[in-house]
């Protein structure tokens, strides 16, 4: 990389900040709450520019009734469940999976769905339950495992969905008007899926600029610049500043996969309850791949760990560094609610990057 | 397949039965790889003249998944694991021990190539296996195989790195491109198709820390950061200094390969695992000695100066990115998982 060219964004910022008091910008997705922390962005930037944490860690949106079922299946003799990594350590009313793990259940942690069909198809003695989760960046390859699995004849193999889509919960938030914001930074690879599209309403009807950039440093301060602009004009408009990678439609196929398996639902995020539209849900056909159905266990209701702001947290309402538990009695090595587990989790950005906090 | 093949081609639980089995597989499989003086007598102990001084006794247990990986094997990691953790106490290893548990099922080819590693990695480090043991566990009990290594050291006179004495100024060096063992063992294992350009960089780092004590340079800490990756070693030293350490990213080498897969998967490539490297502690004004000492070994090509100690206060670890802003570095907790999307 180029530190000339960052330092000169870095300037050009500066100087597109010099009439603004304060420009509180949301970065949606969790990779990008990473990423910023990761690569120095954020020390990088004037004051007046804050840098807000949304809703775009997949594990952390998750609600707490889902994390239970998931361990109520795990409890189950014939059960295998399959999962990211992540979910393996978020603590539920009965401990977390990796404490079922313990316990002698059977979890098998993978990388993608498809290596799920895989274990699946190599134990066909178990019944394999899928935890799948996640933003359309994911959607897409659990649709891509059930129509494969469909094709092949897998029998043993479900999925226990709880996918959410980006879009809604932003206009959710927008319309609840709690968290005065004057932008968003949208994650790139979440877009190469929708497509610049999907953000008109956002930008049109909310007013709220809508910059859409890809990971790497350079490119982050080339969304931050954007947004920035935006906001010192008046303009409120969706950008693009990764167009290598982001169409204005999305991707098709993806779309086509995901809306053979599934149709769009109401949601329950953690903290903020249902949201109308913005989850997916099986279509009838695809039900008996459905785990809730084929093992009749419900999600149960959704609450916070004690004395955890990841509802809070998650919806750009708190600060980690605000929550009473942060850095004491709640860690990476003993954590407390979804934030401080998932490497995309906004807790566990701050606890591991921001030297504010040591 | 025969039940005659099977017992041909496969550890059975008879060859850790303690009789004739045994002594086939020994005989057939292990001894004549390992070959040397200390060993060959087969005596319950090895027997070793050593001279007067201060000696090193070091043990490691290890398992990996799977148990071949791109750039090496099980068998590999045990020599240079316990090597290392002798070569960065300053000492030179003169002996180790090899206790492997085989698992029922496996495959005697793969326990052949993997013995023909350790012979030539102890080769290598020039080491003898001194003495060992072989036991076999059921199927399903053992990870295919898992091995102990236990190493003695000399440690020659006035050689002394230790923690306590590193202070403000002190330069950091690395031997070469990090990350890639860990990343090498994980696309093995989940099959991400990049394990042709990614080579796991296991290897015994005795000669490469003999070349830079007798560099004439004041060497104050070495480690190997293994588990943790840099970040963890690092981390260590700012906590059992209580001194800061500034390390700047963009001298820190990585290749573009590991950098990518790091990127794909979302994990830090500081915090990923290495088994062989070497992080090393100087005095300021030795740092271009230590490192032209470095990159005239073959493990220390790309050496290079990352970083040094200050005394910048709270103690931390703190990383000038290569985009020019900075952040601290803090040891990982247990493995890090690739991120979801
Ligand atoms: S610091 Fe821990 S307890 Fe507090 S909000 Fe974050 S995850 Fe929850």
Redesign the pocket.
Known sequence: MDAGRTQRLVEKIHTACEHLESVRLMEVCGTHTVSLFRSGVKSLLPECIKLISGPGCPVCVTSQGYIDAACELAQRDDVTICTYGDMVRVPGRSGSLELQRAGGAKIVVVYSARDALKFAREHPDRKVVFLAIGFETTTPATAGMILEARRLGVGNLFALAAHKLVVPVMEAMLSAGEVPLDGFLCPGHVSVIIGCDAYRDVAGKYGKPCVIAGFEPANMLEGILGLVRQVAEGRSEVENVYPQAVSTRGNPVAAQWVGQVFETSPAIWRAMGEIPSSGLDFRPEYRRFDALEQFDVKTGPDYE?A????GQ?IQGKAD?SQ?T??AKS?TPVQ??????VSSE?A?AAWYKYNRAQS | MTGKQVTDERIILAHGGGGESTRQLLSGHVLPKLANELLNPLTDSAVLDVPAGRICLTTDAYTVQPIVFPGGDIGRLAVCGTVNDLAVMGARPIALSLAMVLEEGLDLRTLDAIMDSIASAAKEASVPIATGDTKVVEHARGDGLTITTSGLGLIGDGVSPAMGRVGEGDAILVNGGIAEHGLAVMSAREGLGMETQLLSDVAPLAGLVAVLLESGCDVKFLRDPTRGGLAGVLADLAEGTSMSIEVREADIPLTPIARHMAELLGLDPLTVANEGKLLAVVAADDADKALAAMRDHPLGRSAAVIGSVTDASPPLVELVTRAGGRRIVQRPYGEELPRIC
């Open positions: 760990p004395g955890c702001l990841c947290v980690p929550c538990l942060f709640c954590p407390v609610g979804p934030c401080m989790g807790c």
